[in-house]
T-cell receptor
Framework: KQEVTQIPAALSVPEGENLVLNCSFTDSAIYNLQWFRQDPGKGLTSLLLIQSSQREQTSGRLNASLDKSSGRSTLYIAASQPGDSATYLCAVRNADAGGTSYGKLTFGQGTILTVHP | DVKVTQSSRYLVKRTGEKVFLECVQDMDHENMFWYRQDPGLGLRLIYFSYDVKMKEKGDIPEGYSVSREKKERFSLILESASTNQTSMYLC????????????FGEGSWLTVV
C-alpha cells in the first residue's frame, strides 16, 4: 500500500527566504506526482505535475523535483512571500493495476507554511 | 479556465437526513472523484467514477453512494447522515489520459447535528 509522508509538518520562515518542502513515497511504481496548495477553508490548487519519466518541473518561483527510484520529491520555493502562506500537499498517482484508465491518488498530510513579513 | 463547481459551500443537516452534494465540471473530463478531508487524517477517497454511469469504491465508501448520470455531474449521497460524516468534502475531476492534472472544487463544509 502506497504511503506518502511530508516533512516538515509545519514551517515558519521570514519573507525572502528560499525554502524546500519534502515529500517521500514508499512505492516507486507511480505515474506522476503532483504538488498542490490549499488555503484555509478552500479547495486544492494544482501547482506542478511531474510525470514519472521527468526529473523536474518549474513554474515561476516554484521548482519541483522527482527522484522516483528513491521515492522522493522536493518543492523548492524561491524568494518566499507572505502570500505563499498555505498548506502544501503532494500526491502520487499510482500505476494502474490491470490496465484501467484511472489511477488512485495518495496524498501526504501536508506542510503548513507560514511566511512572515 | 478549468472549473469544478460544488453547488453548496456550507450545509448543516440533521442526523438521519438524506444529503446530496453536487459537483459539476466544465472540462469534459472522464474521471471524477469525491474526497473527504479531516484534520489529522488528510484526504481520503470516498468514490470515483471513470466515466458516465461508472463508479468505483474508494477507501471509505461506507455510508455513501454516488450517481454519475451525465459526464459533467457527479453527485455524492449520504443516505442517512451521521455526526461522524461532519467533514469537508472535495470533488475533483481529471481527463482520462494518465498524464493529466487533477482539478479540485472549492469544497463543501458539511455539519451533521
Amino acid at each position: 500500500k502506497q504511503e506518502v509522508t511530508q516533512i516538515p509538518a509545519a514551517l515558519s520562515v521570514p519573507e525572502g527566504e528560499n525554502l524546500v518542502l519534502n515529500c517521500s513515497f514508499t512505492d516507486s511504481a507511480i505515474y506522476n506526482l503532483q504538488w498542490f496548495r490549499q488555503d484555509p477553508g478552500k479547495g486544492l490548487t494544482s501547482l506542478l505535475l511531474i510525470q514519472s519519466s521527468q526529473r523536474e518541473q518549474t513554474s515561476g518561483r516554484l521548482n519541483a523535483s522527482l527522484d522516483k527510484s528513491s521515492g522522493r520529491s522536493t518543492l523548492y520555493i524561491a524568494a518566499s512571500q507572505p502570500g505563499d502562506s498555505a498548506t502544501y500537499l503532494c500526491a502520487v498517482r499510482n500505476a494502474d493495476a490491470g490496465g484501467t484508465s484511472y489511477g488512485k491518488l495518495t496524498f501526504g498530510q501536508g506542510t503548513i507554511l507560514t511566511v512572515h513579513p | 479556465d478549468v472549473k469544478v463547481t460544488q453547488s453548496s459551500r456550507y450545509l448543516v443537516k440533521r442526523t438521519g437526513e438524506k444529503v446530496f452534494l453536487e459537483c459539476v465540471q466544465d472540462m469534459d473530463h472522464e474521471n471524477m472523484f469525491w474526497y473527504r478531508q479531516d484534520p489529522g487524517l488528510g484526504l481520503r477517497l470516498i468514490y470515483f467514477s471513470y466515466d458516465v454511469k461508472m463508479k468505483e469504491k474508494g477507501d471509505i465508501p461506507e455510508g455513501y453512494s454516488v450517481s454519475r448520470e451525465k459526464k459533467e455531474r457527479f453527485s455524492l449521497i449520504l443516505e442517512s447522515a451521521s455526526t461522524n460524516q461532519t467533514s469537508m468534502y472535495l470533488c475533483a475531476s481529471r481527463a482520462r489520459s494518465s498524464g493529466n492534472t487533477i482539478y479540485f472544487g472549492e469544497g463543501s463544509w458539511l455539519t451533521v447535528v
